[in-house]
């Protein structure tokens, strides 16, 4: 399964070019890695009506529970920047670290994170980002 640290991080890239951000010119792509070696890519997708925009990750994460994944996720690249021009590491907003702990929690796994800047790469765990989370286990 060990798709390496840099292929997903191009598979986020790849999702970036996707991205439909007109109104932010903010282009983000987030490439989800599971444990059967399966890669799940999204990007965000914004609205006239601003409040709307959906997240990379949480498209990535819509599009993997429409194939049926429950769980098994290991990684997570995530990349954004102003259109043309690469810029600081991104990390998931709030809203989008709730969105992965449903699916990571559901099989188990503390995904790590890849956030992928011009400069660097900050590599952090999901329970890092969202510590003491709340998922579907509370509901169990
Ligand atoms: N955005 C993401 O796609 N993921 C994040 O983690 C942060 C923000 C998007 C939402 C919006 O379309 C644009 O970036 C600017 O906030």
Known sequence: MMLNRDALIAAART??????????????GAALLFADGSVVTGANVENASYGLALCAETSAVAQAMNRGLRGGLVAVAVIGSMAGADGPVVTPCGRCRQV????AQ??????????????EVLELKLSALLPHAFGPANLG
């Open 15 to 28: 999702a970036q070019g996707a991205a439909y951000a007109p109104y932010s010119n903010f282009h983000v």
């Open 106 to 119: 559901l099989g188990g796994t503390d995904p790590v994170i890849w956030c992928v800047g011009a400069e």
């Open 100 to 103: 992965l702990n449903e699916l």
